[in-house]
C-alpha cells in the first residue's frame, strides 16, 4: 500500500487521515490533524512551514518515506506531543528545544508582546519571566527588548536545564539569568522589575483528572494549578508588588480561571487582553493596582 504514497502531498494526506481515525488530542502547536501532520512531515524533512507550497508534490526518497511514516506510526502509539517526537516548538516563529522536562510552549502572551497594540511597557529594562519552563517567553522577551535583562524562574530543575539550552542556543546567556525558585522565594529581595510575565500552572483538580494522553504526557508540575486552578495565581498577585518598580506591569496567563479570579479579588482592576485564540485567558494590571 505504502508504494503509492510517493509525493509529500501523499504522505500528509496519508497521515491525516490516520490521525483522525486515531482520535488524537490536539493544541501543542496546532489545533487539527492535517496542520499536526504537516508539521511532523516538515521537521523531519528539516523543512520549514514556508517549504510547504514549493515542496508539496515533491517525490520523497525510500529514507525520507520511511522516516515519515514512522514518525506518524509514533504519535499515534504513543500520544505524545508531536513536539516531544521531534524535539522542537515554535512560539510566533521563534523555535526551541523541547523534550518531556518542559510543557511544549503554547502561551498567548507571546502573541500580546508580539503584538502591533500590546499594552505592555514601551521599553522596559529589566524583566521577569516566572515559572519559565523552556524559557521561551524570557527569550521572546529578550529578543523584543535587546537593550534589557531578563531573569526567568522556574522550581523544576529538569526544566531549567532546557531552559539553558534554549538560552545558549539564542546566545541570551549574557541578558537572560535563570533561578531555581519557587516563584518570589529564591529571588533578590532588593531587584525590581519593569514588567513580570508569567505562565504558571492553572489547571483545575477536575481538569487534571480529565486531561487526555497527550497533556498527560507533560510535567505534571507545570499543569497542576491545585483545586481550583489559581493556588499559584494567588501567590503571584499578592506578592508582584515587592518585585515591581512604581510603573511597573504585570502580565500573566491562567487559562479559563478568570471569572473565579474575579470573583476572589473583586475590587482589584484586572484588565483582560483577547489574542487570535483567546478571549478573557490573559490579563495585565499595574504596580499600583495589585495587593500591596
Known sequence: MFHTL??????????????????????HGTDNAFDEACFLALETLQLSAEHLEAFWQAKLTEEEHAKILEIFQTRIRTRKPASYLVNKAYIQGFPFYVDERVIVPRSFIAEILCGDDSPVIESPTRILD???????????????????????????????????????????????????????????????YDLIITNPPYVDKEGMTTLTPEFRAEPALALDGGPDGLTLVKKIIENASSFLTEDGMLLCELGRCGPDLVSAYPDTAFSWLETENSTDEVFFISQKDLPQ
Open 6 to 27: 510517493t509525493t509529500l502531498c501523499d504522505l500528509i494526506r496519508y497521515g491525516t487521515t490516520e490521525f483522525q481515525k486515531a482520535n488524537l488530542s490536539y493544541g
Open 130 to 192: 516566572l515559572c519559565t519552563g523552556s524559557a521561551c517567553l524570557a527569550i521572546v522577551a529578550a529578543q523584543i527588548w535587546p537593550k534589557s535583562t531578563v531573569d526567568a524562574a522556574d522550581l523544576s530543575k529538569e526544566a531549567l536545564a532546557v531552559a539553558q539550552r534554549n538560552i545558549e542556543d539564542y546566545g541570551l546567556s549574557n541578558r537572560v539569568k535563570l533561578f531555581k525558585s519557587d516563584l518570589f522565594t529564591a529571588l533578590p529581595k532588593s531587584t525590581k
